[in-house]
């Protein structure tokens, strides 16, 4: 499991996007996004920094956590 601390979201409409963009990619199996404390978790063989990049082009910081 990776776990991303992601920044900038402030609604449901943020946490559906960064579900959408994290699912998109390659390896990833599923996604847990939370507005409360602004974190995924995710599951799969996904490259982190793939992960990161797909938080950040929807607007959004990510780190792992």
């Known amino acids: 499991m990776i776990k991303l601390s992601i920044e900038g979201m402030t ?3 943020c946490v559906n996007a960064v579900k959408t963009a994290l699912t998109a990619i390659d390896g ?3 996604a847990d996004v939370s507005l409360d ?3 995924a978790l995710i599951e799969g063989q ?3 920094q793939a992960l990161i990049d797909a938080v950040t082009e929807e ?3 990510a ?3």
């Open 63 to 65: 780190q792992v956590a």
């Open 59 to 61: 607007g959004y910081s």
């Open 37 to 39: 404390p602004g974190q």
């Open 46 to 48: 996904a490259d982190t």
């Open 28 to 30: 990833v199996t599923s």
């Open 11 to 13: 609604c449901q409409h």
